[in-house]
């Protein structure tokens, strides 16, 4: 038994030191601040269990992490130390009850409580008034001399205000990144695909250890007071509230939710009105802290080896957890979108316990690196709905490959996504289940079909009493179907057969608005309808045909031809025909012969003399057609000043290149025959 006790005590220890390193030293933890915290604890219950197994050297009984080679070493000369922990009301009213057992003390206590920051500890030194140093906790002894980069926080001053300045002044504190900040950060460096950090912790940290203080510079960090080291031919108050008080007269920030309560009771309250509070600050917290505020009764109290014996930390739920994902399936949305949905080994984060995640789109799983069987870390703050935050770096023989489903899982149509788009989308929209009811609703809508009486609600009532599946079924309803639902008489019930029977008579470019195909508009509708003239030439019509089209590009062409593949829209438009949907014969316009006829053009850039829109319409006046991106099939780009990536592109095709003087001189020169 002990020689097995022995062995789990050793294990404990590596893993803890493994994971002191990754987070304190590297900035880039393996496991949730919950798990660390657990582990740890097993340690302490096993090292007091069995105290002969206990040691000086045991990660129980340091602090923090090594220290980065690449900086020079400060040797702190009082400690820096961490904090103890309770987890309950009850862990919090022992802790009290025993420092006044110590203290010989039945007098209720006061507390300084404030914030438990989660960011990077570090000590500044004041040396009459000026900032002389900086170093980070390091190990509690010996810390990272990070001078040069601490001077570019801009709430932290480099000389002090006000009077009784003590000659040598030691404030120890948190460098955090504001959440605001830290979520602008990422996206601008997923964006460049650059490396994003883990949480703003890390953030923090990260961005005080850069070798080049001009990098520091450029991040949003903050700092806040919490306390004192050495303090040199001064007179500071006997309370521990009070010194905060001093340091922030003098020009130091401090947070604002420190305050002075009395008591386990008045900690406690402190502890619920900050854990309510805790969605709408502006820096991450992951606790609170008790200090008793008296100093001659901290000095009474002294330390344990790693921590005061007179302040302790009171965790929050955890708002990250580790689990296993287990699996993830694909939801299709109300307008086609199609989401993936981790489904997670159940876990118990956040105050509630968490078995679906989101995982919003294919390059999200990229981004991740995601993979069925991996241990993943979830996150749930408040309310706030739960997400993967990133996939922990462990190997498991059964992990294998997402695989991102190329049919609707709902009607089985084809999933299509457009290059450089992220959300894959089901082009089913007329049969497909999930989509039913927005695309009976926009069928009936006043700019398409109109059909007078049908709104939302009615709808959503016709679908639920399965009366209806897709807009064709609308013109086999009855009288007597209609008269049960809700709010809905005889004569209402008349009305909108009536209306349903009167929209049939329509126009082409309203029908082919009705069925809903994805970025096609009333414009759109109607020139694609004078284009085409009939519906069957539109089905048959290839993307080369469709970008023939004004106001057609390469990505709505794509959209078009989709949509009528699908056997299934192919089928109810079949059924909306059969059911007497008809409009009048579109003749076909006598055309001249257009100079610019079958030229692609760009505009990129600003013009001068005229803008791009009018640009755009005196081109397509003279039968050129204008499209909003670049491809090989361009014949000119017109660049205006200022002009960007499209002019880029153009040059690399080797697409001839105007400039507004060139392009008005081509236009006048029609104009002049």
Known sequence: MNQSIAQKISLLRQQIQTHNLNYYTLDAPTITDAEYDRQLKRLRELEEKYPEYATPDSPSQSIGGPVLENFSKVAHELP??????????????????????????????????????????????????????????????????????????????????????????????????????????????????????????????????????????????AFYSYGLGIIKNGCLANSHYQRLQQLKAWG??????????????????????????????????????????????????????????????????????????????????????????AILQPVFVGGVTVSRASLHNADEIKRLHLKIGNTVVIRRAADVIPQIVRALPDTHQNSKEIIFPTTCPICASEIERIED???????????????????IKYFASRKAMNID??????????VDAQLIDNPADLFNLTVAQLIPLERMAEKKANKL????????NTTFPKFLLALGIREVGEATAKNLADYFLTLEALRKASVEDLLKVDDVGDIVAQHIVTFFRQ????????????????????KAKEQQIQPLAGKTFVLTGTLIQMDRNQAKQALQALGAKVSGSVSKKTDYVVAGEAAGSKLSKAQELGITILDEVEMLNLLNSFKAN
Not at 421 to 439: D, N, S, T, V
Request: glycine letters at 6%; hydrophobic letters at 40%; proline letters at 5%.
């Open 567 to 586: 056997k299934h829209n192919q089928e109810v438009i079949s059924a909306l025909l059969a059911s007497g949907i008809h409009w009048p014969e579109i």
């Open 453 to 462: 009486g049908l709104g939302e609600k009615v709808v959503e009532q016709l």
């Open 497 to 504: 057969i009536d209306a349903i029977s009167q929209c049939k």
């Open 80 to 221: 820096m130390l961490s904090l103890g922990n309770v987890y309950s009301e009850e862990e919090l009213a022992e802790f009290v009850e025993r420092i006044q057992k110590q203290l010989k003390n039945a007098q209720t206590l006061s507390f300084c409580v404030e914030p438990k920051l989660d960011g990077l500890a570090i000590s500044l030194l004041y040396e009459q008034g000026k900032l002389t140093r900086a170093a980070t906790r390091g190990d509690g002894a010996i810390g990272e001399d990070v001078t040069y980069n601490v001077k570019t926080i801009k709430n932290i001053p480099h000389i002090l205000k006000g009077d009784n300045i003590p000659e040598r002044l030691e404030v120890r504190g948190e460098v955090v990144m504001p959440i605001a900040a830290f979520h602008a950060f990422n996206q601008h460096a997923i964006a460049k695909e650059a490396k994003s950090f883990v949480n703003p912790r890390n953030a923090a940290a990260g961005s005080l250890r850069q070798l080049d203080s001009n990098i520091t510079a450029q991040r949003p960090l």
């Open 252 to 341: 130091l920030p401090l947070t604002t939710e420190v305050t002075l309560e009395t008591g386990a009771q008045g900690c406690f309250e402190a502890y619920t009105r900050l854990l309510q509070k805790r969605p709408t600050l502006p820096y991450e917290i992951d606790g609170i802290v008790y200090k008793v505020d008296d100093i001659e009764l901290q000095e009474q109290l002294g330390f344990i080896a790693r921590s005061p014996r007179w302040a302790t930390a009171h965790k929050f739920p955890a708002q990250e957890e580790q689990t296993r994902l287990l699996d993830v399936e694909f939801q299709v949305g109300r307008t086609g979108a199609i989401t993936p949905v």
């Open 421 to 439: 788009e992220a959300i894959a989308r089901c082009p089913g929209g007329l049969y497909c289940a999930a989509q039913r009811k927005e695309a």
